[in-house]
């Protein structure tokens, strides 16, 4: 490593910690709440929306937003053929920024919205550090203190979606500690929770169907997808969540988490109030 690199790396990394660490002393709750946005979105427009989105979680929390190069200039179809290489350009980034906010010093919980192309660019993250906390025989709710993981019209295959999330299960090779060991027991992670928002009424995501010949984009997933054996399944997990939206709110519907006031509402009372599905409230 070229040193004046590793030097300039410390000195971004130090800025963006004492900078949470200062939010963190005016706010109620040290928690952060990170976005990462997607197709087609300005970095002032991710700001708009985050800048929405924690005045109505009460400014209790520190927000903030991972901001990528997405609004390919070639137009809706082929601009999002390099929003989608951007968005996995991303990856890396966010891997180091989650990582980084997560170790500040006074940050108790770290929860993460995504959108759209967001979605696959936060779950190739967080695959990565998954990895990483298994090989240091921890959970990422314990070295990352990631809490809520929200992916809202997730544009990613479902199929590809599972083995990012599952990686740390389905490869029995993965280091635990020094070497792989297949019957480790991967320590708990009460406080994780993982809740997706989809819409079989989304035609972007329809269209995005359509580009990759994919049976079924997840954000597109209905309840008739599944047998009842598989909801059961789903349900055992006791850390995963499928919220179903119907109708259209916006052009495309797929904005419907900032269009759709019961959407933007559901948000803010699972991520300040802690409510969960069917609960009152």
Not at 135 to 146: K, N, T
Not at 158 to 174: E, N, Y
Not at 198 to 216: H, N, Q, R, Y
Request: charge should be negative; glycine fraction near 8%.
């Amino acid at each position: 490593r070229v040193p004046a690199v590793v030097e300039a790396y410390e000195k971004a990394k130090h800025q963006l910690q004492a900078e949470i660490v200062s939010r963190l002393a005016i706010a109620r709750r040290k928690e952060v709440v990170l976005f990462v946005h997607g197709y087609r979105s300005s970095f002032a427009s991710a700001a708009l929306t985050m800048g929405e989105l924690c005045h109505f979680l009460g400014r209790e929390f520190v927000c903030g937003i991972f901001t990528w190069p997405a609004g390919g200039r070639r137009g809706i179809l082929f601009g999002y053929d390099i929003d989608r290489e951007s968005s996995e350009y991303a990856i890396e980034d966010l891997l180091k920024a989650i990582r980084i906010v997560a170790r500040t010093s006074g940050v108790e919980r770290l929860h993460l919205i995504a959108h759209s192309r967001g979605t696959d660019t936060l779950t190739s993250a967080l695959a990565a550090l998954s990895a990483e906390a298994y090989a240091l025989q921890s959970s990422p709710e314990r070295e990352f203190h990631i809490g809520n993981v929200v992916l809202v019209a997730p544009d990613i295959d479902g199929d590809v979606a599972l083995t990012k999330i599952f990686k740390v299960f389905s490869d029995p090779d993965l280091p635990f500690g020094g070497k792989a060991d297949p019957d480790a027991f991967i320590p708990p992670s009460p406080g994780l929770r993982v809740t997706l928002y989809v819409s079989p009424d989304d035609k972007a995501l329809a269209a995005a169907t359509w580009l990759f010949g994919s049976i079924a984009r997840l954000g597109r997933i209905e309840a008739t997808a599944f047998s009842a054996d598989q909801i059961e399944a789903i349900t055992l997990l006791r850390a995963v969540d499928i919220i179903q939206v119907r109708g259209t709110t916006d052009f495309f519907g797929h904005s419907y988490f900032i269009s759709n006031p019961q959407v933007s509402a559901d948000i803010v009372a699972m991520l300040r109030y802690g409510l969960r599905p069917d609960e009152p409230g």
